[in-house]
């Protein structure tokens, strides 16, 4: 195991808060660690009958536009499940009838303790978006089929996404079929 002997916080964010660490590693040599601190997130693969509900939206970092679950960070103290129904009402204006937790996944633990958990929702229109000031959504409905041959063509190309078709594809919809 690896022994943090001196940090520091490099940067305070909105949304994260990056540390430098000198570390203690298992062989006794010494090295540094930058950590991205995440308070984590959610994502929701939600179920209209047979459509799957995405947004669209611009995301500056990879200067496109993604086609993605329904997503968003976790406020201090909030329950995911709790934040899954908050999201995706604003997002899509879509309410859920069901919700299961399908698993929760770091998502890139080489430098963050960012902890995304992705649920399955039955759901139905029961308003208009909402979204957050400053973020420009578009709801987009596609057959699991379709955006699973969106992941393989490599238009799908967000984690959480990809994570969350896949999952459903090959352990839900797999396990109901039996």
Do not use: W
Not at 74 to 91: S, V
Not at 154 to 178: M, N, P, Q, V, W
């Amino acid at each position: 195991m690896e022994e943090s002997i001196r940090s520091a916080e490099l940067f305070r964010g909105r949304i994260i808060n990056v540390e430098k660490h000198d570390v203690k590693l298992i062989d006794g040599s010494f090295s540094t660690r930058e950590v991205v601190r995440h308070s984590g997130a959610v994502g929701v693969l939600a179920l209209d009958g047979e459509n799957v509900i995405l947004v669209k939206q611009y995301r500056f970092p990879v200067e496109k536009y993604m086609l993605e679950i329904p997503a968003g960070g976790l406020n201090p103290g909030e329950d995911p499940a709790d934040c899954a129904r908050r999201e995706l009402l604003e997002e899509t204006g879509y309410g859920i009838s069901d919700l299961e937790l399908m698993t929760v996944f770091c998502s890139s633990p080489g430098f963050t303790d960012e902890r995304i958990s992705l649920y399955l929702a039955r759901v139905q229109k029961v308003a208009e978006p909402t979204p957050d000031s400053g973020e420009f959504l578009e709801t987009v409905l596609l057959t699991l089929d379709e955006a699973l041959e969106k992941v393989r063509c490599g238009e799908i190309c967000d984690g959480k996404t990809i994570s969350a078709l896949l999952f459903f594809e090959t352990i839900i919809r797999r396990r109901k079929k039996r």
